[in-house]
């Protein structure tokens, strides 16, 4: 089982950056494939990264291709999220995830952490 935890999210102007951490407990976080996902109230919930488990491959939504970057460290079990030149649209509650294979599909995805929010103001 894997427990993970979301940090970094919070308040930042239109054109800011952030950097969300997702720090994962257990021994084999090197085991799966992570992701960053995304819900905005009253929307569901969209898929934002995906990074296959060395880290070699990666995928991203047309909305934050080129602007966000999907990163992992499994010596530290952490899985990040850079996030620059941000925009009002991209404000929600971010979560990671863990699959056994990367996945644009939250139904992939085995476990989840709470998540973080990220507020742009414009």
Do not use: H
């Amino acid at each position: 089982q894997v427990q993970l935890v979301e940090s970094g999210g919070g308040l930042v102007q239109a054109g800011g950056s952030l950097r969300l951490s997702c720090a994962a407990s257990g021994r084999t976080f090197s085991s799966y494939a992570m992701g960053w996902f995304r819900q905005a109230p009253g929307k569901e919930r969209e898929f934002v990264a995906t990074v296959t488990r060395n880290g070699a491959i990666t995928d991203y939504s047309d909305s934050v291709r080129a602007r966000f970057t999907i990163s992992r460290d499994n010596a530290k079990n952490a899985v990040y999220l850079q996030m620059n030149s941000l925009k009002p649209e991209d404000t929600a509650n971010y979560s990671c995830a863990a699959a056994l294979a990367p996945s644009r599909g939250a139904n992939g995805y085995r476990y989840w952490g709470q998540g973080t929010q990220v507020t742009v103001s414009s």
